[in-house]
């Protein structure tokens, strides 16, 4: 069934409000994101200077200074 009376432009009007509404509340709720989003990164804990990491593969800290091991395995020969 289709609706009786069906006239665009008069729903046109009669929704205008309401999307702007909508719209507003949407744009506020992006600012309040943003604001705490600022917040909670200015809140932070500091970085430590990286003086350890933690290998994904074993779980054991790394020490950030080692740059003697390889990136990859070496190929066998």
């Known amino acids: 069934m289709s609706a009786p009376q069906t ?6 009007r009669r929704h205008r409000g ?3 509404g909508i719209v507003l509340v949407v744009i506020f ?3 309040l994101l943003f604001v705490q989003m600022m917040y909670v990164a200015e809140d932070g804990t ?3 200077n990286g003086a350890a990491q933690i ?3 074993t ?5 950030a200074t ?3 091991a390889p990136a990859t ?3 066998a020969p």
């Not at 006239?7 to 046109?12: F, G």
């Not at 779980?59 to 020490?63: A, E, N, R």
């Open 46 to 48: 500091p970085v430590d």
């Open 18 to 20: 309401p999307i702007i």
């Open 66 to 68: 080692d740059t003697t």
């Open 59 to 63: 779980g054991d800290t790394v020490p």
């Open 29 to 31: 709720a992006l600012v």
């Open 73 to 75: 395995p070496a190929p």
């Open 7 to 12: 006239n665009i432009e008069t729903q046109k």
């Open 55 to 57: 290998d994904g593969r």
